[in-house]
């Protein structure tokens, strides 16, 4: 990635060294209009603050806050950008400023099929924006219906670790150590309780063709939109598509939306046919797509295959990554792990896989959540916002179309919020009420205001009920001669953000 971002910065640099020369000549730059700016790093000519991002900006970034403050002002090629990095800036966004800043700046890559205009991450706020709030409220992650599917979590979970444990056997019968990738399991587990939820079955299995076809296509949709884009940064240049992202994403997420398309349709016969099935998440939006065609309260036939999409990216890696990062870091730390098993062997007991019911029982587990979340947010630095209006924010001046950061990953690491706040440590949460939920400004992995991830209650079940099993039904050791002193715990970019290397563990079934 630092190889494709190097090349495209130097054919940006070669392509404008000439207007670069030529605004140096005219005047020199003026503090005019600048002074009350929040402070930030002098950038070079035409290209700005982009080399001070790196290949891993929020990390960069949160760095950047020790030397010009929780407000941080990047001039990112023609792109202003504001980025908030600590508890207090986010309370003051959050709080006083959600509607000013509330519009989204989208990255070029996701206006590929429209995606941008009928997905609910990345449309404006206005009434199709309320619709999908609505829906997804109502239809989709509302408490009854999440407590409706918990045998769709159940379901996938317990293929999940049928799937570990038979794998991890057939490699020790080969003579093998047993080691697997629990990232790829828990990505599995993941695509399709999603798949359960919204179109009735499992897309990954040794019978789905078609379903490894849409794991494929949407596996390429995660890497292009993960990759830094020279067209984000130059808006004039989207026309070029210089680096030829927005090329590929036309084409990988074309194939998903026609796979989609078959599934669509393959519903809508059932449907018609009246087999009578668990209603379903796209069985909704069929209906909004039925006879109010034209109306404010429709979604178009590209729309649903767009929404259908958006589940799938938001849902699958975020949650399977949030797990496998809580993995690690209870496999670096023997002693924490220790405490998890022994809650769960006190509540759960020796002989019995842990149920949804019990992790009210469990403050320690659901301790370790919010602290793998605090360290490890999904999105580092949540989806980009963007400013409707000229705002003065504590004190600062921020024009209209300014691009907004929101720094998760640095305010859970933001020292006048968090005492030793680079250590994983699950007990600072136990008797806290600090939650994750958007009221809490301190830690805010989902987001907070009215553009708050609408998936949290579902996560939140899915996250803690995996964890837990992974937890209880199993003893594990670290694979590839790793110890917990030596475990690579860099990240990789990507639509979340992943451990660099895989977590490889061997694991040995306790419960039956």
Avoid at 165 to 187: I, K, M, P, Q
């Amino acid at each position: 990635m630092e190889l494709e971002w190097t090349c495209a910065l130097l054919f940006c640099s070669l392509l404008f060294l000439a207007t670069c020369l030529l605004l140096l000549l005219i005047k020199k730059p003026s503090d005019k209009g600048t002074q009350n700016r929040p402070p930030g790093p002098p950038g070079w000519p035409v290209i700005g603050n982009m080399l001070d991002l790196g290949s891993i900006p929020h990390q960069t970034l949160y760095r950047l806050h020790f030397e010009y403050g929780p407000i941080l002002w990047l001039k990112l090629g023609s792109v202003s950008t504001m980025v908030v990095q600590s508890a207090k800036a986010a309370t003051e966004l959050f709080k006083n400023h959600d509607a000013d800043f509330c519009d989204r700046k989208c990255p070029d890559s996701l206006t590929a099929h429209n995606f941008n205009l009928g997905a609910l991450s990345l449309s404006q706020c206005g009434v199709y924006w309320r619709l999908l709030r609505r829906l997804y409220s109502m239809e989709l992650h509302v408490n009854k219906r999440i407590n409706e599917t918990a045998h769709i979590r159940r379901k996938c979970i317990d293929n999940m670790l049928r799937f570990i444990e038979e794998d991890a056997a057939a490699a020790r019968a080969r003579g093998e150590s047993g080691e697997v990738n629990l990232a790829h399991y828990l990505f599995v587990m993941a695509f399709n309780l999603i798949g359960n939820v919204v179109l009735s079955k499992d897309l990954l299995d040794s019978q789905s063709k078609e379903g490894h076809e849409f794991y494929d296509a949407m596996n390429k949709v995660f890497e292009w939109a993960g990759k830094p884009n020279v067209a984000d940064y130059f808006p004039f240049l989207k026309w070029l598509d210089p680096v030829g992202i927005k090329r590929n994403m036309v084409r990988d997420m074309g194939r998903t939306m026609k796979i989609i398309a078959r599934l669509v349709a393959e519903r809508a016969e059932e449907k018609k046919l009246a087999r009578e099935k668990e209603k379903n998440f796209l069985d909704v939006l069929l209906e909004y797509q039925g006879d109010k065609k034209g109306g404010p309260d429709t979604i178009s036939e590209q729309n649903v295959k767009i929404i259908v999409s958006e589940i799938f990216f938001g849902g699958s890696e975020t949650t399977s990554s949030t797990i496998e990062w809580g993995m690690a870091e209870l496999l670096c730390k023997p002693d924490l792990m220790r405490k998890a098993k022994e809650e769960l062997n006190s509540i759960v007991g020796p002989s019995r896989k842990v149920e949804e019911s019990d992790i009210g029982d469990l403050p320690y587990l659901r301790a370790v959540v919010k602290e793998t979340l605090r360290l490890h947010p999904p999105f580092p630095l949540l989806l980009p916002r963007n400013a409707l209006q000229n705002t003065n924010y504590m004190g600062y001046s921020v024009p209209k179309n300014t691009q907004i950061f929101v720094n998760a990953w640095a305010i859970g690491r933001d020292p006048d919020a968090w005492e030793d706040p680079l250590s994983f440590k699950p007990e600072r949460f136990l008797g806290s009420q600090i939650d994750y939920k958007g009221q809490n400004y301190e830690l805010i992995p989902f987001g907070a205001g009215r553009r708050i991830c609408v998936g949290i209650l579902l996560a939140e079940r899915v996250i803690h009920l995996a964890l837990a099993s992974l937890i209880h039904c199993f003893d594990w050791e670290l694979g590839n001669s790793t110890t917990p002193e030596t475990m690579d715990m860099n990240e990789r970019m990507g639509i979340a953000v992943r451990k660099l290397v895989p977590l490889l563990v061997q694991p040995k079934k306790r419960i039956v």
